[in-house]
């Protein structure tokens, strides 16, 4: 290995000599013109690593407390205004007022969930159409987090214990959902850009395979993909370790309200921290906005021709199909579990607080874990997919084997909770960044958001089916371990999707073609002269890399 190291080194002296030689630019003027550049650009690179981590944290103070607090305050607010099924107060089950009927509880946040996806999905698929040519995205980004923190600050006065204020919660759980979903896409965007902001230093110096450069771009997307995430869960942690110490030292009666405030505390935070998303992220190239085209048009005619991309696209169609089947399901897997914990365990806010921050604590660990493994297990990535895949699997068979009232497991004890919670985060751990760092691959310049978007789009226009699936099985069984045994079976589908892939891959290479960048889109291949390098993407090579 080390040789390897020497002779590459070797190859770069003598390149640089020969560059020397044949310039008309003085040697030492051209020699340190070449050393700021590089310089600039890994300066550049870095400064763009932390920003990007910095705005994950940011960004993870209201997620958490919003995701956590507001739909334990539901709850609550719930068991106060709803009923039994044949008793007057919540017992077993609580049924409370929704619209002009009644519902039960877990089916009520089940159904908000899936007004979130449908309404978010609408949403992005202008946010994914229009915002690549948006030539501040900086801009753009900050205007979410804005919009974030908004809807974060008024919770602290919405305490009581009423109908219209669990209406009101319910209106702004789905507008959070919606604003989640864009700030999703528009964070993800980042992670192909600095992958492929380098410059090609295989074709400079002349020493690097497509295996070396490959694995560069790997390390730069797998490091963004993992600590990004890492900074959320390290905010999540430090709102739940505030809230647990508010409800602590708070007066009796507003200790179970120590959450919202801690909520609206995250909203004034992030408000001020947006700045950083402004002056701290890259400002990516723009696309050339068509002319005599209306919003309309370019908004539907771009989604419709991305899903003709993938059409022609099998890898990356397959990948984005199983991914979404994946999220599709974690999503309503994660709020099951935690309405099924609050009902049996009967927590209160402080563990309920222990229970989320022992998520996110695990995330970071199992997190780090992986990406120190990852480089010393030599294994491809999507191979580390299907083990994610598999771990998955297992919170859902078994919270499906407590169905049966004969048996003594299956989320019927506290410690199963923080059992499955393992499982969760092991997955959760692998399965993104690995999807982001494969899926980075196959975007072309100036389409990240679209790209990106357009995953965002089929899981809006998806996720609801888990959700109103689970929903009806709720209302008829009162028993939250049956929509468990649904999950078992939508998570089955990435997981064939993955081993299907792996098989046809050992056979031979895929005869997919990189349908992005064909004639249609010219102006989507960026040749940067001044680099001296062309920005090109190049779907085999990314599916025969990972």
């Known amino acids: 290995m080390q040789f390897g190291v020497d002779r590459r080194c070797s190859n770069r002296f003598s390149s640089s000599i020969q560059i020397l030689k044949s310039s008309k630019i003085h040697p030492l003027l051209l020699f340190k013109m070449l050393l700021l550049s590089r310089l600039s650009q890994l300066k550049s690179t870095r400064h763009y690593f932390s920003s990007y981590i910095l705005v994950n944290f ?121 604003i989640t979903l864009a700030l999703m896409a528009l964070l993800n965007i980042y992670i192909p850009f600095c992958m492929k902001l380098e410059p090609d230093v295989a074709k400079e110096m002349g020493s690097f395979s497509v295996s070396d450069e490959t694995e560069r771009r790997h390390k730069i997307g797998t490091k963004m993909s993992v600590f990004g995430p890492i900074l959320s869960w390290s905010a999540s942690i430090l709102v739940l370790i505030i809230g647990i110490i508010l409800s602590k030292t708070l007066e009796l009666e507003r200790q179970q309200s120590a959450g919202l405030i801690m909520t609206t505390v995250a909203g004034f935070v992030t408000l001020i921290g947006s700045a950083v998303a402004y002056f701290g992220l890259p400002t990516l190239v723009a696309r050339d906005l068509p002319v ?51 009902l049996t365990v009967k927590p209160d806010i402080v563990e309920f607080s222990l229970y989320s921050l022992s998520f996110n604590a695990m995330c970071i660990i199992f997190s780090l874990i992986w990406f120190w493994i990852r480089p010393r297990i030599n294994i491809r990535l999507r191979s580390w997919m299907i083990f994610g895949y598999l771990v998955n699997l297992i919170p859902a068979l078994w919270g499906s084997i407590g169905i049966s009232e004969n048996v003594g497991i299956g989320f019927k004890s506290r410690w199963e909770f923080y059992v ?39 899981s809006c226009a998806t996720t609801w089916v888990p959700y109103v699936v689970l929903a009806p099985f ?36 895929t005869n997919d073609t990189d349908s992005s960048n064909d004639g249609s889109e010219k102006d989507d291949v960026v040749n940067n002269e001044s680099k001296g390098r062309s920005e090109t993407v190049v779907l085999e090579k990314a599916s025969s890399g990972v």
């Open 58 to 178: 940011i960004v993870g103070l209201p997620f958490v407390a919003y995701g956590t607090y507001v739909i334990f305050q539901l709850q609550q607010i719930g068991f106060v205004i709803g009923h039994g099924v044949d008793e007057p107060t919540c017992m077993t089950s609580c049924i409370v007022p929704f619209g002009s009927s009644e519902l039960d509880m877990n089916a009520v946040i089940l159904y908000l969930n899936a007004m979130g996806f449908a309404f978010g999905g609408f949403i992005m698929i202008f946010v994914a159409a229009l915002a690549d040519y948006w030539k501040q995205k900086s801009l753009l980004m900050v205007i979410t987090i804005f919009l974030y923190a908004a809807i974060s600050i008024p919770v602290a006065w919405l305490d009581k214990l009423t109908k219209p204020t669990f209406d009101a919660f319910s209106g702004l759980y789905v507008l959070f959902s919606v």
């Open 292 to 342: 005599g085209k209306s919003w309309w048009s370019i908004a539907f005619s771009s989604v419709f021709g991305l899903v003709k991309d993938l059409w022609k696209n099998k890898t990356a169609a397959l990948l984005l199909v199983g991914y979404t089947a994946y999220t599709d399901t974690t999503f309503a897997q994660s709020t099951v579990l935690s309405q099924l914990f609050i």
């Open 420 to 458: 499955a919670l393992l499982f969760t985060t092991v997955a959760n751990s692998i399965v993104n960044p690995v999807f982001r760092v494969v899926f980075s691959e196959v975007i072309p310049p100036k389409r990240e958001v679209q790209w990106f978007g357009m995953q965002l789009i089929i």
């Open 474 to 509: 709720q209302q008829a069984t009162n028993n939250l371990r049956y929509p468990l045994l649904m999950c078992f079976v939508f998570f089955s589908v990435p997981l064939a999707i993955e081993i299907w892939h792996l098989v046809a891959g050992s056979k031979g290479p």
